[in-house]
């Protein structure tokens, strides 16, 4: 049998790899740095850091992604439905056959977009309270130092500070920053947090009054202003703030903010402090009509004084009266005094006459004392008698009492000796069944060896005596223990 015969052709043969990198390069190659326009769907912010999305239109869609490093320098954060202009290149995904744009910058493709999202993040902030009015502080016065935000090479700073110097001269601190580009926002903010941060009565004294200004641009230039940190460090700013941003049809969301508005810089110098010049003219003006006012009360006073004047009689001959009604009283209150004494002194000396003198009073008192005096003793005799007497009573009884409980406690006393004694008694002991032997010289036996055969002996038992004889000694051992013990029986050890 024969043997198939194989196809033969002249295509070249690749591996799923080799076609993957071939449609990589002729991408990139092709599309390698592109715009692109379109509206935003299902953004992703991943874990990672890395931002994954779609871009459509009314016909196509193509997936974009923004590693982590780019996504730290994009300008807006990427919502659905936004529309945008990125700029990137075209690439593909070997693991999945996509193809997709790689992006590297990111804008709001035109200035409709771009309002809408300021006036998204405007209500989004407004619902937090930060533009409420009752948040903003008033300004002062006239502040002695006044802390200013702006570029230092600008015709903003010379506006104000020859606005100052115009109406009142002030003591300004600068902090430079850009107004315009990527690190606009981050420095406003900076700076806003470092005058805040500044101690009160340090090496550099901290501003009374703070003011964010920059001239006029369009509405991407005044982009770092409407960003969301610096509007919340204007909101979060403890020292009042004024915002100068732009020229009187500009609004950003740092106005609302602010304690404070200012259509133009010029103008925010101008809210800052009043003119000097009108405040001497409106002082000197209150110190003229303080001393007009004062002239005529004192007019007045004067006219009131003389027409009062007018009304009294001559002060001469008002105290020539006086003196001579003086002198009229004072001779009449003589005579009023000399009757009046002379008839006390008269019933004076006749209740003397009747009184006893002080011998005769000191003879009544002695009397009277005598008499209290024995009254006195008498009692106090009776009265140590009956006292002496209860006293009496009371010993006899006490002492009866102490007596009676002596005797009843010796008798107790003497019951338990004789208990104890009863106790102690050799008799009870031979109640038990014991015997007491005595020799014939009545003294008792206590061993067999004091006594030799043929002794006369006593033996007491408990119920009587008899006599005996003493016979020979008898041996007695002890049986021995066996060695088995019954095992219902304890030990002692």
């Keep these: 049998m024969a043997e198939p015969l194989l196809a033969t052709h002249n295509l070249p043969e690749f591996t799923v790899s080799e076609i993957s990198a071939a449609v990589k390069r002729t991408l990139e190659g092709t599309f390698e740095r592109v715009r692109v326009r ?48 990125v700029t990137g290149r075209v690439s593909s995904y070997p693991g999945s056959s996509k193809y997709q ?55 903003v700073i010379r506006d104000i500070l020859h606005r100052l110097a115009d109406r009142f001269p002030r003591r300004v601190i600068l902090w430079p920053v850009k107004v315009q580009g990527d690190d606009a926002a981050a420095q406003v903010v900076t700076a806003i947090r470092g ?20 001239g006029g641009g369009s509405l991407e230039d005044l982009m770092p202003f409407n960003d969301e940190e610096v509007v919340r460090a204007a909101a979060a700013s403890r020292i009042p703030l004024i915002s100068a941003v732009g020229h009187e049809t500009d609004t950003t969301l740092i106005d609302f903010a602010a304690d404070r ?26 110190g003229r009509r303080l001393i007009g006012a004062l002239l005529r009360l004192v007019e007045e ?27 009229v009283w004072t001779e009449r209150l003589f005579n009023a005094n000399r009757g009046y004494f002379g008839a006390r002194w008269d019933r004076l000396a006749q209740l003397s006459a009747g009184l006893p003198t002080p011998k005769q009073q000191l003879a009544r008192a002695t009397q009277t004392l005598d008499h209290c005096a024995a009254d006195l003793t008498q009692y106090v005799l009776a009265l140590l008698t009956g006292k002496q007497h209860a006293f009496e009573r009371t010993v006899a009884h006490l002492r009866r009492e102490v ?91």
């Design 38 to 85: 379109g509206e935003v769907s299902k953004p992703n912010y991943h874990g990672s850091g890395h931002l994954y999305f779609s871009l459509k239109d009314e016909n196509a869609v193509i997936d974009a992604c923004a590693w982590k490093f780019t996504v730290a320098r994009l300008k807006l954060r990427i919502e659905h439905g936004m529309e945008v202009v």
């Design 101 to 155: 744009i790689v992006i590297e910058s990111v804008e709001l493709a035109g200035e409709g977009a771009l309002l809408k999202m300021l006036e998204d993040r405007r209500k989004r902030l407004a619902a937090e309270g930060l533009f409420d009015a009752a948040r903003k502080k008033p300004l002062p016065f006239l502040p002695q130092v006044i802390g200013v935000i702006t570029s230092p090479t600008g015709a």
């Design 195 to 214: 005058f805040n941060a500044l101690p009160v009565g340090g090496r550099v004294q901290r501003p009374d009054l703070l003011i964010v200004a920059r």
């Design 261 to 286: 508005r200012a259509p133009t810089p010029t103008a925010a110098a101008e809210m800052a402090v009043p003119v000097r010049t009108d405040l001497l003219t409106e002082t000197l003006d209150h």
């Design 301 to 327: 006073r004067r006219i009131r004084l003389e027409g009062l004047a007018r009304g009294l009689g001559q002060p001469q001959r008002l105290i020539e009266e006086m003196v001579q009604r003086l002198d």
């Design 403 to 493: 007596i009676d409980q002596r005797i009843s406690r010796g008798d107790l006393q003497v019951e338990s000796l004789g208990n104890l004694l009863d106790s102690y008694s050799y008799q009870n002991v031979l109640a038990r069944g014991f015997a007491l032997v005595r020799d014939i010289a009545d003294r008792p036996v206590t061993t067999a060896t004091a006594v030799t055969p043929g002794t006369g002996l006593t033996i007491q038992f408990g119920d009587g005596e008899i006599a005996a004889t003493a016979g020979r000694h008898v041996q007695k051992t002890r049986p021995r223990a066996s060695k088995t013990r019954d095992p219902r029986q304890g030990t002692l050890l």
